[in-house]
């Protein structure tokens, strides 16, 4: 079981930025991959974005495209998600998820450990 803290969640306003990062610890490896997922109120948990650890593919929804990035820092086991040009739309509950599979799935329930979510707030 991998152990994922999330971290950086915050109020912004609109056109701002924030930057998630996720510790990993526990039974981590080279063969799994990350993803970012988000939850607003009164609305299902939709894929933000994906990366393979080991060769670091990616995957975006195509809402984040072009605005979100996500990244990894391999010697501190920890992924990102750098979040710019942020709008109201944006509010969510961000939470991080690993999978065993090393593949930027999109689907959360490819996830098998899940983050407690860190709160994105933008202002109008």
């Known amino acids: 079981q991998v152990q994922l803290v999330e971290s950086g969640g915050g109020l912004v306003q609109a056109g701002g930025s924030l930057r998630l990062s996720c510790a990993a610890s526990?039974?981590?490896?080279?063969?799994?991959?990350m993803g970012w997922f988000r939850q607003a109120p009164g609305k299902e948990r939709e894929f933000v974005a994906a990366?393979?650890?080991?060769?670091?593919?990616?995957n975006y929804a195509d809402s984040v495209k072009g605005r979100f990035t996500i990244s990894r820092d391999n010697a501190k086991n920890t992924v990102y998600l750098q979040m710019n040009s942020l709008n109201p739309e944006d509010t969510a509950a961000y939470y991080c998820?690993?999978?065993?599979?090393?593949?930027?799935?999109?689907?959360?329930?490819?996830?098998?450990?899940w983050g407690q979510g860190t709160q994105v707030t933008v202002s109008s």
């Open positions: 998820a690993a999978s065993r599979l090393d593949v930027p799935f999109m689907s959360d329930w490819r996830y098998d450990s």
């Open positions: 526990g039974r981590t490896s080279r063969g799994y991959s």
């Open positions: 990366l393979s650890w080991s060769n670091g593919i990616t």
